[in-house]
């Protein structure tokens, strides 16, 4: 049995029912299941944030969803937690999360230097590096779900 509610985010945001035909197909693989939504909470959800607040984490989160092109993965990100002021840190967070997603290749100690001078230790840098790759595996997720349910439809 899932040591997590059900259903699953991806389940919430589908309004797919566990009992479904996908939902059991989803459950064939219930380590698949339980390890995507163990990293949803603790990147996101963190019993312990650290210095990456909760509403930096969202934000981060909402911004790669935003550029993903999943508008509810995005509003789902946006309510967990009030948007943080701009700020350096804010825009210097997005910013990486730009560089990260879009030119990982460029990606350089510099970056990572200048997080670090805003305050994030390298516990922090390592949750918003993972939590920007994260969310566009749970947008291809929702995607490919989609397309099975459309299909389903059809």
Sequence with gaps: MPDF???DLIEDLLGLAPDSAIGALRRQRPEALRHAEGAYRELLLPPDPGG???AERAAL???VAEREGD??????FAGLAPTPDPSPRRDALLAYAEKVAMQPEATAKADIDGLAALGLTSRDIVAAT?????????TRLLAGLRALMQEKAA
């Design 71 to 76: 508008a509810a993965l995005a509003a789902h």
């Design 5 to 7: 509610p059900s259903p």
């Design 61 to 63: 989160a909402r911004h």
């Design 52 to 54: 990456l607040s909760l």
């Design 130 to 138: 993972q939590l920007i790759a994260f969310v566009p595996y749970q």
